[in-house]
């Protein structure tokens, strides 16, 4: 491999109902690129430049993705000027793991050129890391689907040692994506919202059914995932509030034939799931008309996408 590598990862949602900050996955609606170079010129990691479609929304001093990179290096003990480049085609703020999505991309990149050994989840964890800048504290589940892709669950013990599983998943999914004005660090915003204490009834209700998804997945029973991604109890109804039309784009949702539905991440985005393309599309036009408050909303339908991948190099 040469001095530079051009990552690409895609959008993520997380959540997807009762699976707060555990599970996540990678989606093809969106992607962000990311030219990772190894420079002697250069001192520490720096953003070189920031283009595409949303490239207006980040901010260069304060990227999660040179957060991740700075991490892993300090961590290994290398030092080495490291300068990226960013594509930014995943809208900022959206619940789409944008961020999330440049820091994996960004750490799948070092990790490549510098030809280090280190595991998935020990990559997760550096790219998770990232998040700290953009919410206030690092999790993980967005990173871990769009660096490995497809459907991820994450687990984590007192340590903050993580594990991060992928699970088999074959869906059809639509997206609809208010493009309202959000708050400055909206995912800390929206994290402030949620209880810092909830009932054992109630924590344990929401585990089975986040316990269940995982099973549905395995077992490819879309309809009880997609009964079971509609029904957090603890952290959705919280959040509901701050989206727009949440109500009247769930309602349109099932209406259209969709088997779930979910806010995605922090929001605002909402997820639905389908049975195949046709009706997901059927289902993203419903949610899209049904947004009437919603400002320019964007509507997608998407499958699960692969994980970061280097897909050119010099
Ligand atoms: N699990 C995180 C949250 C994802 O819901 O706050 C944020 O993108």
Redesign the pocket.
Known sequence: MGRWVRVRAYCSS??LGPG??ML?IALNAYYDEVVVKVEDEVEGVVVEHVRGPYASEVIARRNTAVEAVSRLLEDIGVSVGVSLSIYKGIPVGR?L?SS?ATAAAAVIGVSRLLGLKLSASKLVGYAGQG?KVS?GSP?Y??VAASLMGGLVVVSSDARGELRVISVPFKGYFALVTPMNPVPEGK?GV??KVLPSHIALEEAVRNFSRAAAMIAAAVKGDLELFGVLMSSDEV?EPKRAPYVPCYEEVRKAAFEAGALGFALS??GPTMIALASGPKVANEVAVAMRDACECCQDPLAKVAEPAPGAEVIENG
């Open positions: 997380a959540n707060f900050d996540a619940g793991g999330g998040e919410a999790h589940d967005n995912t929206m994290r952290v991440g922090a």
